[in-house]
């Protein structure tokens, strides 16, 4: 690895959020590039059909622009969104714990406060991450490092974002339970499904 584990462990997660994003695209488009076939076969006549195809051949550079593009494309900003927000459900389960020993320790709190401290370390954990990866497009960079990786490298970071994401979301749920569980108690606690 890199001297800046940090940067390259997100970007990483970054890039495989991306590809695996592409690739669901992609299988997408063969489904309706299926179905339009189907549909101009049996409805539209041969002059609707050329019609059809030439629009969607005068429009593909763009149409390909629009999804593809590293800098602004749909699949990047989609990806980066992602990316920060599994990467923020950590830090949004340490926020909920520290607000549990707050009220627990302290009592009922106001709203504003409540507000602050939830959204202080999110804000102050967002700042490095997006400085890791979007500050000078420092993704381009290692995304043309990644592209060059062997099937092994994209197998084991393919894995490694997997588990990143579904520990994001369980982490993200798992500071909701233990919020109420701090705050009230576990004795208090009658939860309907247990």
């Not at 393919?158 to 004795?187: D, E, H, S």
Request: one cysteine or more; aromatic letters at 22%; proline letters at 2%.
């Amino acid at each position: 690895m890199r001297d800046d584990r940090f940067e390259y462990f997100l970007n990483a997660v970054h890039y495989c959020i991306w590809r695996g994003d592409i690739r669901v695209r992609l299988f997408f488009d063969k489904i309706m590039g299926g179905f339009l076939l189907v549909f101009s076969t049996i409805f539209l006549s041969k002059r609707y059909k050329a019609r059809l195809y030439a629009h969607v051949a005068n429009h593909e550079k763009e149409t390909y622009d629009y999804f593809y593009n590293k800098k602004t494309g749909f699949h990047i900003r989609w990806a980066s969104y992602r990316a920060i927000s599994f990467y923020l459900c950590y830090v949004a389960c340490i926020a909920f714990l520290l607000e549990g020993i707050l009220y627990k320790t302290v009592g009922l709190i106001s709203s504003s406060l409540f507000g602050m401290v939830l959204i202080t370390p999110i804000w102050l954990c967002y700042m490095p991450a997006n400085e890791a990866i979007f500050a000078d497009d420092r993704y381009l960079k290692y995304f043309k490092e990644f592209e060059k990786m062997d099937k092994s490298w994209h197998r084991k970071w393919v894995m490694i974002t997997w588990a990143f994401c579904v520990g994001g979301i369980l982490a993200f749920f798992g500071g909701i339970i233990a919020l109420f569980a701090i705050a009230i108690g576990w004795n208090n606690v009658h939860l309907p499904f247990l």
